[in-house]
């Protein structure tokens, strides 16, 4: 005879990813030859909840190493992007949403795309990839088989003497000598 049981417990509710490609611009006090590297670097994010939706908060620093003065000289300039995103998560009928955590994940950092150079402004393209999980309390319902297992009965052997006199009864000591006529 079976039966169902019902496990609570932790587990992810709903979960999707996003790509978020934002454009900055960077105005800079010398005018720009080439740019030479752009790097993005200290990403921080978090995620929390927005009614229906997961509201994405976080930043980075952006370096971009440039030359000017006809490529003779290379400076450095830094920026700190901040940004919050709003994330909609298709919700499923019968989960209950109201006590659930919140997990995001970096997917793929932050990279710059593009960079272009306007006059004295340094415009650059950063692109990134968000995972976010809902995880909260559900039920599993398992199927439990009633059915007691047969157990085997484990005999108590014990150091006397009838025990070692039957293993040494039992013991071949002519076994490799048998072996080595075949």
């Keep these: 005879m079976s039966s169902y049981r019902e496990i609570v417990t932790k587990a992810v509710l709903g979960k999707g990813k996003k790509v978020f490609t934002n454009t900055h611009s960077i105005e800079v006090s010398n005018t720009p030859s080439n740019v030479l590297g752009c790097w993005v670097i200290n990403h921080n994010f978090s995620g929390s909840k927005d009614g229906n939706s997961i509201l994405v908060s976080g930043s980075y620093d952006v370096n971009i190493w440039y030359s000017y003065d006809k490529d003779t000289k290379t400076d450095v300039v830094k920026e700190t ?36 150079i306007d006059k004295n402004k340094i415009n650059y393209k950063v692109e990134e990839e968000l995972g976010i999980e809902l995880v909260g309390d559900t039920k599993v319902k398992i199927l439990v088989d009633d059915n007691m297992d047969d157990w085997e009965e484990i005999e108590d052997v014990k150091n006397t003497e009838e025990a070692l006199n039957k293993i040494d009864s039992e013991v071949n000591e002519n076994y490799l000598e048998k072996e080595e006529k075949n």
């Design 81 to 116: 992007f901040h940004y919050k995103e709003n994330v909609n998560i298709k919700e499923k009928e019968g989960v209950d949403y109201t006590d659930t955590s919140i997990i995001v994940r970096s997917l793929k950092d932050p990279t710059c795309k593009e960079v272009s």
